[in-house]
């Protein structure tokens, strides 16, 4: 069956400076004097912008345990929690994703978490048969044109979108990540918040055109971009000089969250999976 068209929107809930990669190998303890209570501070606000639209959350695992209160508000509002890896870095090796996952045991099973999106959309094949083990449902862990839904076992695979200008691509297997082989093949990976932020007109223009073929979108905001962290740009100056590809997450999309909201409806990505099967 084919669900009625909705935006799949999500937030991936991590720290001001997880797009920066020099801090993933920080002790916890650093990484959460960083964060300096932006995670905690962000989280209201953000839950004031989606007014009564419900959406999915990937939060950082280890957030949980910083702000048990993050995962307590996103639930009481009536959005959907997922994982978005204990800490937020690049995880390639099965049994570091296993380590990675048991140290969130906890709270993954007191929320009910069945969702799972690796960090940077980008994973490893044999994280299906892992995410069935733990009682996830779903990943949204690669990028592919959007209504693509691919079951892996008993687990489905409902990616981030991209928009074919080529050919309709028929391999998905992970990594699928955004690289230059996936833009190379054709494919315009619109549901990054990377694309939002360089070519905003386009994207809500994309999105409205997947609406009108019935099809659901599923893109992806963080909430540096829709609240923004004290002197960000002073503190996060070496890692845009560093790696200028970033600029474009640190751009504010309120506008585009608002546009978005007024003009779709949305539904956490459970709700989309129940109508799949
Ligand atoms: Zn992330």
Request: proline fraction near 8%; charge should be positive.
């Amino acid at each position: 069956m084919t669900p009625s068209p909705r935006l799949l929107l999500t937030i991936d809930y991590e720290s001001w400076f997880a797009l920066s990669r020099r801090y993933d190998f920080l002790p916890p303890e650093t990484r959460f004097q960083m964060d300096e209570e932006y995670s905690r501070r962000a989280i209201d606000p953000i839950l004031e912008m989606l007014g009564n639209s419900k959406i999915t959350f990937y939060l950082v695992g280890e957030m949980a345990g910083w702000y048990p209160e993050l995962p307590e508000k996103i639930s009481k509002a009536g959005h959907e929690v997922g994982f978005h890896c204990h800490v937020h870095r690049r995880l390639n090796n099965i049994h570091e994703i296993e380590k990675d996952l048991n140290a969130s045991a906890e709270w993954i099973k007191k929320y009910n978490v069945r969702g799972y999106r690796a960090p940077m959309i980008t994973t490893v094949e044999e994280v299906y048969p892992l995410l069935a083990k733990h009682n996830f449902t779903y990943s949204s862990s690669q990028y592919a044109p959007t209504g693509v839904t691919i079951k892996k076992g008993s687990i489905w695979e409902i990616p981030a979108s991209t928009l074919p200008l080529l050919s309709m691509p028929d391999e998905f297997n992970a990594p699928r990540n955004m690289n230059l082989k996936l833009i190379r093949g054709g494919e315009f990976p619109y549901g990054s918040s990377f694309m939002s932020g360089l070519f905003r007109p386009i994207v809500y223009k994309i999105i409205e055109r997947e609406f009108k073929a019935g099809k659901s979108p599923v893109i992806f905001l963080h909430p540096y971009e829709l609240v923004r962290p004290l002197r960000w740009y002073a503190r996060f100056a070496k890692d845009l000089l560093r790696d200028p590809s970033l600029l474009p997450f640190t751009f504010h999309k309120v506008n585009f969250l608002k546009d978005l909201l007024r003009n779709f409806p949305t539904s956490s990505m459970q709700d989309y999976i129940k109508e799949l099967s």
